[in-house]
């Protein structure tokens, strides 16, 4: 008994399977799919990382110009508005409203009250905002803070 060998012989007749074809076609489109949302979401983390960062220290400026506008009224007297510049990009702007029982020094914006244990306060909203620069950030960031400081 002769056995016969079709593995070797090529027979133009017969079609071949593109099984193989097609998977290693669907496993490109995997992967590749699997790499571009790897990428957007490096992106994503990196952009949400340095606002975070930025937002933080918008954080820590406004307890600053706190401090400062505290300052500058001990030095300057009565003012209704305070303004600095942090390490170029941040903006702080301080507007403050006085609660004494009666006019004092250069105070035009005042609340009145009654009593001797409120009088000497002052109210300050604080807004603190970066700068828009695309080489910082593409979005604004803002942070305002509203605070009741005893003189």
């Avoid at 990428?39 to 990196?46: I, P």
């Avoid at 975070?52 to 300057?76: F, G, H, R, T, W």
């Avoid at 306060?121 to 509203?146: G, K, Q």
């Amino acid at each position: 008994m002769q056995r016969k060998n079709n593995i070797l012989k090529i027979n133009p007749h017969k079609s071949r399977s593109g099984f193989a074809m097609i998977m290693a076609i669907a496993v490109i489109v995997i992967i590749t799919t699997i790499m571009a949302l790897s990428l957007s979401l490096t992106t994503q983390t990196s952009k949400r990382t340095t606002d975070l960062y930025l937002y933080e220290q918008a954080v820590l400026y406004s307890k600053s110009s706190a401090e400062m506008a505290l300052l500058n009224i001990a030095q300057n007297g009565c003012q209704n508005s305070f303004s600095t510049t942090f390490d170029g990009i941040y903006d702080a702007n301080v507007t403050m409203r006085y609660v004494y029982n009666s006019t004092v020094g250069t105070c035009t914006d005042y609340v009145n009250v009654i009593t001797p244990e409120q009088n000497g306060s002052v109210l300050m909203d604080i807004t603190v905002s970066v700068r828009t620069d695309a080489n910082i950030t593409a979005e604004p960031i803002h942070y305002f803070r509203r605070t009741i400081q005893k003189l």
